[in-house]
């Protein structure tokens, strides 16, 4: 596979992840706040489903970017890639590494659901600013390349 072609499925990964994640996660916000009408149980199923192909995108995207690091021939004395990647995996992986575990075991597992979607949109809440400031971060790093 060539540079060009792992770099584009690394965007595709990047693109997914975040529209899985922003803009489903809005309405959710949104839904809990608000009568929509909406099936809530019904609903909050769907969202745990997206949130498997926003996980899935990111995986994506770490994937062809560590493939791309391959291609270069692992050259880490680039400035912005060297900040770029504790970004990734010190703050990106683990806090969806936390959102899969939520999402496929403590959420179905659990006997009360409804004090499983609360602990669960805490957690939202919480990691939204961290998520939000690292991603706009890494996008300036990988555009600017400071």
């Known amino acids: 596979m060539s540079y060009l072609t792992a770099k584009y499925l690394h965007l595709l990964g990047v693109f ?27 609903l909050r199923s769907f969202y745990r489903w997206m949130t498997n192909i926003e996980i899935a995108g990111f995986l994506l ?3 062809m970017g560590l493939y791309m690091l391959h291609l270069m021939g692992y050259h880490f004395d680039v ?11 010190c703050l990106f992986l683990p806090l969806e590494v936390i959102n899969f575990y939520f999402v496929n075991f ?5 006997v009360d659901k409804m004090k ?3 602990r669960y949109d805490l957690f939202n809440y919480i990691v939204a600013i961290p998520l939000i400031v690292g991603f706009l971060l890494v996008v300036y790093l990988a555009v600017v390349k400071p």
């Open 116 to 118: 499983a979607y609360e």
């Open 106 to 110: 403590y959420i179905p597992r659990s």
């Open 79 to 89: 400035r912005w890639l060297n900040l770029k990647l504790p970004i990734v995996f």
């Open 61 to 63: 995207a770490v994937c």
């Open 16 to 42: 997914i992840w975040t529209s899985a994640s922003s803009s489903l996660g809005l309405f959710m916000l949104y839904s809990m706040r608000k009568s929509t009408g909406c099936n809530q149980h019904l």
